[in-house]
């Protein structure tokens, strides 16, 4: 059975840095592209970066998030990573990582992210 649990979040001043993780089980992350996603209050939710399945895997990352943002995965733990540097008010959301799997998105409960001073 496919599980996702994010965890890591909080509450950050502007400039500051969080490291979400989300654990996977039920499959090897590995072996699959995997994608961190956002979503504000009020607002839609939107791709952040992806990591592609393989050695090393090749990331990408929306614009927003370019130099700040790094999208890593540690195979022996079975998870994946999101190291936020020099975050800013916007980049308040609740954060999720999700699999395709099978034409189907699996999805975790999230981790929220609030940056205030």
């Known amino acids: 059975q496919v599980q996702l649990v994010e965890y890591g979040g909080g509450l950050v001043q502007p400039g500051g840095s969080l490291r979400p993780s989300c654990a996977a089980s039920?499959?090897?992350?590995?072996?699959?592209?995997m994608t961190w996603h956002r979503q504000a209050p009020g607002k839609e939710r939107e791709l952040v970066a992806y990591?592609?399945?393989?050695?090393?895997?090749?990331?990408s990352y929306a614009d927003f998030v370019k130099g700040r943002f790094t999208i890593s995965r540690d195979n022996a733990k079975n998870t994946v990573y999101l190291q936020m540097n020099s975050l800013k008010p916007e980049d308040t959301a609740v954060y999720y990582c999700?699999?395709?799997?099978?034409?189907?998105?699996?999805w975790g409960q999230g981790t929220q992210v609030t940056v205030s001073s």
């Open positions: 039920g499959f090897t992350v590995s072996i699959y592209g």
């Open positions: 999700t699999v395709r799997r099978s034409d189907f998105d699996y």
């Open positions: 990591i592609s399945s393989g050695a090393g895997g090749t990331k």
